[in-house]
């Protein structure tokens, strides 16, 4: 079963990716933004966050460690820890991001990977304590592997949060349900910046709809922009 995916994003009115880059408020800093996302997470009841892999990279801040061979791999899936309260999900094809230890924030890693990663790597991984889950076929089908995760370790609910690639494949393949703006009062305004959503030159037309479920004023002058997310009306009939 696929778990409920609900995407989660502070971002400017103007749609920017990038809070360091924002005008001031008089509302409130980057700071009370940040607490007042870290909020809005816990109620989602996420049992695990999920991002891409350059976000994940950022965080973990790893460099290659892979230990001497031979290796002892263990495919298509390993899991260090079964017993984790909270995990933290890398969506990784190639396996680029390197760790410094099985958790991030105090959750256990769990890294969804491509059918080529090499056996050093997955070696690195679980010398690591990290778990993982490896696409068995070439097609990088990101929902098989979240059935993988669903069903080993009982996952039903996630919080995506990016950045705008990863949000926009996972949009474009149907696999989000919800999405949370959190919508800060600044703006950034440059010509050619990032966006929270990114899915190539063609964009997500007719590729989902989104309906408002609700929009909430947090404080600090933000709002929370819910909208259901949905593949096009054409499709479900
Ligand atoms: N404002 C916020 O709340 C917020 C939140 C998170 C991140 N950010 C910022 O966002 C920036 C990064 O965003 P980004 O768009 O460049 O990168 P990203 O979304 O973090 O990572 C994109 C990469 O993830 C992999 N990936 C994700 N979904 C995939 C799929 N369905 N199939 C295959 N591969 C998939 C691909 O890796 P490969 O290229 O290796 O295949 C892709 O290039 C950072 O600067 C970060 O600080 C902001």
Avoid at 64 to 72: L, R, T, V
Wanted: glycine share 10%.
């Amino acid at each position: 079963m696929k778990p409920f995916i609900a995407c989660l994003m502070l971002t400017s009115p103007d749609g920017s990716l990038h809070p360091s880059r924002w005008t001031k408020s008089p509302d409130g800093d980057r700071s009370d933004f940040s607490k007042i996302c870290d909020k809005v997470r816990e109620e989602l009841r996420g049992q695990a966050w999920m991002v891409g892999r350059v976000t994940m990279a950022e965080m973990a801040k790893g460099v290659p460690h892979a230990p001497e061979g031979p290796h002892n791999i263990k495919r298509p899936a390993h899991f260090a820890n079964r017993n984790a309260k909270s995990f933290g999900i890398a969506i990784d094809r190639s396996g680029a991001v390197h760790y410094k230890g099985p958790d991030l924030f105090g959750d256990h890693i769990i890294a969804l990977l491509g059918h080529d990663v090499p056996d050093s790597y997955l070696a690195e991984l679980a010398a690591d304590g990290v778990s993982y889950v490896i696409a068995e076929t070439a097609d990088f089908d990101v929902r098989t592997l979240l059935d993988v995760v669903n069903k080993e370790l009982g996952i039903e609910r996630i919080v995506l949060e990016g950045g705008a690639g990863t949000n926009g494949a996972l949009l474009a393949a149907g696999l989000v349900d919800e999405i949370n703006f959190i919508v800060a009062p600044a703006l950034e305004g440059r010509s050619g910046t990032d966006s929270v959503v990114e899915f190539g030159p063609d964009g997500l037309t007719g590729k989902v709809e989104l309906s408002l479920i609700d929009c909430q004023s947090l404080g600090h002058g933000m709002v929370n922009l819910r909208y259901a997310a949905t593949g096009p009306r054409t499709e479900r009939q």
